[in-house]
């Protein structure tokens, strides 16, 4: 009898598949370099993109949580670092990778720079650790190397004044940034070596690789190298490394820090507590180690390495859904728009209300323009008269006799000289008020 098979569902082979990607230390962080194609940003801040090379790619996603922190927008064909791991979306059988952290890659001329150098140097044994000269546990005299201004040389100053103020702290001054910090670097430090100090303190804060950059220049390590003073490197933060770094006698996090370490405290003078905090410390670290070996069983575990994998695929689907759904939406609200659109063009084009509206428009025009033209028609007539009374008022013989002159008529006829006159002529005298008749007696020329 044929032996019986056992089929599983597309659900559980893709299930099992992503479990074996979770599962693998190397998978679980990976370091990737490519070119950003088909990049989509969500709507709820999510990062979709292909990731590419010459010959292959991959598919990536950056949820919201990491996408924050990013100092940049990323656009398709960007050329980027990323770290992440690699996992299986079970929704669709593809592997992809999700991405924790993405910086530009314009900085991989400098790291091969600062790969080289280090090489190089490690060869010759500046960073051998015969070379490290030790810290003396009471220094009487330190000297600061780092800007003027600034975090750094505040924190360093601060804290060994607070922890042991019987020691003196020296400021050298000088360029922690440019192209001419190295050689400024150098000065001081061959200066400064020359103090009397019993320990340098190198470093500045924080910054990019350009910024910490004067501390990976060949001659600023092989000035720590051959300084015979003991030399605290403390440079930029914990995650921060230079080739300073490596040639110092120590290495400090930070530059608070490389003040604690140059100096002892109060409590590290007194013997006494020192035998308790011995015996102290031996109890505790014993607790510690067993308390850790828990820590490491609970810390390998799956679910708390990786506690985004609970929802990372739903958040995935939902973001699938949503855009589905905000596309279906809008595909019906537009086919319904323009279906109103028609509706509402023939209704009104067939509509009598619209022409009878068109022509009652037009007839208050026509009435507008007719009232328009009659008050205008109406207001000329009225000037022109005016003009008319006024210029028979100038004209009118009455009003010269107003003046004080008069009118003489015989027989109708207006008598301008007294050559038309004759003795015994009756005459009609016309006065701006009433008029007279008179018989001319004499004529005087």
């Not at 001329?109 to 546990?137: A, C, I, M, R, V």
């Not at 600061?144 to 400021?171: N, Q, W």
């Not at 205008?376 to 013989?397: A, E, F, G, Q, R």
Request: hydrophobic content about 35%.
């Amino acid at each position: 009898m044929e032996q019986e098979r056992n089929y599983l569902s597309i659900t559980e082979i893709n299930n099992y598949i992503k479990n074996i990607l979770d599962s693998d230390f190397f998978l679980n962080r990976i370091y990737l370099k490519g070119e950003i194609s088909n990049f989509k940003c969500h709507t709820r801040g999510h990062l979709y993109f292909t990731l590419k090379d010459d010959n292959a790619r991959i598919s990536a996603v950056m949820f919201q949580s990491s996408a924050k922190n990013l100092s940049f927008k990323p656009e398709d064909g960007m050329n980027v670092l990323i770290s992440g791991r690699i996992t299986a979306y079970p929704a669709s059988g593809s592997y992809q990778v999700y991405v924790d952290t993405m910086e530009l890659d314009g900085l991989g001329n400098l790291y091969l720079e600062y790969e080289k150098l280090k090489e190089k140097l490690l060869k010759e044994g500046l960073f051998n650790k015969e070379h490290k000269k030790p810290l003396p546990k009471y220094p009487t005299k330190i000297g600061i190397i780092t800007a003027d201004t600034g975090a750094a040389v505040r924190d360093i100053m601060s804290t060994i004044k607070r922890r042991y103020p019987l020691c003196e702290a020296i400021l050298f001054p000088t360029l922690v940034q440019g192209k001419e910090a190295a050689p400024n670097i150098v000065k001081q430090l061959e200066v400064a070596d020359n103090y009397g100090c019993d320990i340098l303190i190198v470093g500045r804060g924080g910054g990019s690789i350009e910024d910490l950059w004067a501390f990976n220049e060949e001659c600023v390590a092989r000035a720590i190298y051959n300084t015979k003073t003991p030399i605290i490197s403390a440079v930029g933060h914990e995650p921060d490394f230079t080739i300073a770094d490596f040639v110092a006698d120590l290495r400090a996090p930070t530059p608070t820090g490389a003040a604690e370490m140059a100096v002892p405290t109060r409590t590290d003078i007194n013997n006494l507590i020192n035998q308790y905090k011995l015996r102290l410390n031996k109890n505790i670290k014993s607790l510690i180690n067993t308390k850790f070996i828990e820590f490491r069983t609970l810390k390998n575990s799956f679910i708390l390495k990786n506690p985004m994998s609970l929802y990372e695929m739903k958040e995935q689907t939902l973001d699938k859904l949503i855009d589905n759904l905000n596309r279906n939406m809008q595909s019906l609200l537009d086919s319904k728009k323009h279906l109103l659109e028609i509706g509402y063009n023939k209704i009104k084009l067939l509509s009598p209300i619209n022409l009878l509206e068109k022509n009652r428009n037009n007839l208050k025009d026509i009435l507008n323009r007719l009232n328009n033209n009659m008050d205008k028609s109406l207001m000329n007539y009225h000037h022109n008269l005016d003009s008319l009374i006024n210029t028979l008022k100038l004209v009118n013989p009455l009003n010269i006799l107003s003046n004080g002159y008069s009118l003489v008529r015989v027989e109708d006829k207006v008598i301008k000289d007294s050559s038309e006159l004759k003795v015994n002529d009756i005459v009609d005298i016309k006065f701006s008020k009433g008029s007279i008749k008179a018989k001319v007696k004499e004529i005087k020329n």
